[in-house]
DNA sequence: ATAAATTTAGACTTTATTGTCTAAATCAAT
DNA sequence: ATTGATTTAGACAATAAAGTCTAAATTTAT
């Protein structure tokens, strides 16, 4: 896992740069994102609803159905994914876990740890879905090669 | 919980820190960390031992015993204390869960995360547990005061 | 209307993390 | 030697996160 996103944010990011790679095509169903990215279909399917409550995603039922982006990719950072799946709490609070550190009260490496979660917040906030995958030349081509060196070409959670 | 740290890793860079920030008195028994920090007695035991077992601290059993630094406190970085926790791989790996990104395959936020744990890898190699806890104005004030705010004097973990 | 395809819902299982409890081993002081 | 204080060990419980399964609801197409 990764050092910053629990396992939903991870799966819930990945997917909405799938869902803008793809544009304009849409919807786009959610076993397609699901095999395409090797997560678990209705892992994915309860993190989708999660981002459908929140509006970045806008979900159809039945037949043909599927999910597209809520707005334009140009206004969807990954700081909008990661508030509706891991909440507001991810960057507050004391990196070493001290309850009442803050400025006033700074535990040993508050001054250092504000530096880095301003470089992080410029990487979530500034850059949007429509941007980071235009800048991978389009398409979605950047995730199949991501995925290339382990399952060529086996589909799971059929 | 930190988004960084397990909070396993957060007790120990705590206990460190509370280590270094009582020096040169020594040893410095368990209990007496455990209550200064609120940290579940046998819980820290067992991170006590993996610290122990990495050379980051000593220990000494039996009565009188406690733990003291495993070297000089300006030779400990925090990067010690987490590698001996959470292991290698808490800055390895992308931080969207791609399984093969790396700088010829890259995730869209590839770069810009880079950048990133550049800052971070300086917070935690380039500072020594000793140079942390004398910035803060030496002993371990900076500690009782990050826990003012709760607890005023109960003892737990008794 | 019916059927097929799809999302939605919710119970359930698995796994990892965190925390608790009891007892054993070790050491210092008497 | 005995006692008391402490770390060490390991089983166990509680909680949270991740993943699986079955069925219901919804929609399109025929």
Redesign the pocket.
Known sequence: ?SVF???????GIQAVLYLASREPES???????SNALR?????L??I??TL?RDGVVI?????????ELGRDAKEISIINIVRAIDGEAFLNGCVLGFPSCDDTAPCPVHTLWKKSKENISVMLEKSSVGELSAELGGKLEFIKSLYSHNNPTKEI?V
Do not use: T, V
């Not at 919807?27 to 994102?33: E, F, V």
């Not at 997560?39 to 892992?43: K, L, Q, V």
């Open positions: 896992m996103f629990s396992r939903s944010c991870e799966y919807p786009i169903h959610l076993r397609d994102i997560i678990p279909h209705h892992f399917s309860k989708m609803q459908e979900s159809h039922k039945g037949a043909n159905g599927g999910f959670n």
